[in-house]
Nanobody, 114 residues
Framework: QVQLVESGGGLVQAGGSLRLSCAASGSTSSIAAIGWYRQAPGKQRELVAFMDSGDSTTYADSVKGRFTISRDNAKNTMYLQMSGLKPEDTAVYYC????????WGQGTQVTVSS
């Protein structure tokens, strides 16, 4: 089992930046892929960023060039650096870590005002 605790969400003006953090505990050595989803009210859940076991990354077209996923294995923490934020980035952001199944963070609200 892996437990994930997110932090770093909040309210920011359009064009601003935020960094989300997701601290892992438990069986962290079994973590392979990591990533972030988001879900806005009335919209489908969207995979925002993904990093596989080889550190290759994939991003949603809507965030390419603005968001960066990273991880610090020494701190058992993953990050989502978000810049150039837009009102349409407003959503609850969830981190996940894949072991033999998918482990989820509790979600953190990001609100971007115009």
């Amino acid at each position: 089992q892996v437990q994930l605790v997110e932090s770093g969400g909040g309210l920011v003006q359009a064009g601003g930046s935020l960094r989300l953090s997701c601290a892992a505990s438990g069986s962290t050595s079994s973590i392979a892929a990591i990533g972030w989803y988001r879900q806005a009210p009335g919209k489908q859940r969207e995979l925002v960023a993904f990093m596989d076991s080889g550190d290759s990354t994939t991003y949603a077209d809507s965030v390419k060039g603005r968001f960066t996923i990273s991880r610090d294995n020494a701190k058992n923490t993953m990050y989502l650096q978000m810049s150039g934020l837009k009102p349409e980035d407003t959503a609850v952001y969830y981190c996940f870590a894949r072991t033999s199944y998918t482990n989820w963070g509790q979600g953190t609200q990001v609100t971007v005002s115009s």
